[in-house]
């Protein structure tokens, strides 16, 4: 079963109600429980940063396969600006490993498809990509934070 198969079943029980499910095939064996009075929180597209906290902090960990949504949106100095969004729930990292420097810092030039964090949602590492060239204008999280689906990401000026 892939990964998508597995969001995708995840996000079909979610929506159902249903606590329970056990999938066994030949090469597979899958068991999905939670927990029965469970709420499961979805943050909606326009939301303030003061607002998103406890959202996020509430939020269950369910995983959305998507790309990531760029919008453009009106910066202090009157130029353009373009932001980049989470695709899915999850924690964010700024680097591959601890170790290793950021992807991306405020003032870096940046290319379409160049990786530009990771977000780790049910153990699994999800490099974000931009979907603009540009310059990294604003960085809005803090590495190793949850953030929700949606959520802006990086704020850059594109080219």
């Given at each position: 079963?892939?990964?998508?198969e597995?969001?995708?079943?995840?996000d079909?029980?979610?929506?159902?109600?249903?606590?329970?499910?056990?999938?066994e095939?030949?090469e597979?064996k899958?068991?999905?429980?939670r927990?029965?009075d469970?709420k499961?929180f979805?943050?909606t597209?326009?939301?303030?940063?003061?607002?998103?906290?406890?959202?996020?902090?509430?939020?269950?960990?369910?995983?959305q396969?998507?790309?990531?949504?760029v919008?453009?949106?009106?910066?202090?100095t009157?130029k353009?600006?373009?932001?980049?969004k989470?695709?899915?729930?999850?924690?964010?990292y700024?680097?591959s490993?601890?170790d290793t420097p950021?992807?991306?810092?405020?003032?870096?030039?940046?290319?379409k498809?160049q990786?530009?964090?990771?977000?780790e949602a049910?153990?699994l590492?999800?490099?974000?990509?931009s979907e603009?060239?540009?310059?990294?204008?604003k960085?809005?999280?803090e590495n190793?934070?949850?953030?929700?689906?949606d959520?802006?990401?990086?704020?850059v000026?594109?080219?």
């Amino acid at each position: 079963m892939k990964t998508t198969e597995i969001r995708d079943l995840i996000d079909f029980i979610s929506k159902s109600g249903l606590n329970e499910v056990n999938i066994e095939t030949k090469e597979l064996k899958l068991h999905v429980k939670r927990e029965p009075d469970q709420k499961v929180f979805k943050s909606t597209p326009v939301m303030t940063q003061a607002a998103m906290a406890p959202v996020a902090a509430a939020a269950a960990p369910v995983a959305q396969a998507a790309a990531p949504r760029v919008e453009a949106a009106p910066a202090a100095t009157g130029k353009k600006t373009v932001e980049i969004k989470s695709p899915m729930i999850g924690t964010f990292y700024r680097s591959s490993t601890p170790d290793t420097p950021a992807f991306v810092s405020v003032g870096d030039k940046i290319t379409k498809g160049q990786t530009v964090c990771i977000i780790e949602a049910m153990k699994l590492f999800n490099e974000i990509e931009s979907e603009v060239s540009g310059t990294i204008v604003k960085a809005m999280i803090e590495n190793s934070s949850p953030v929700e689906y949606d959520q802006v990401l990086f704020v850059v000026e594109p080219d």
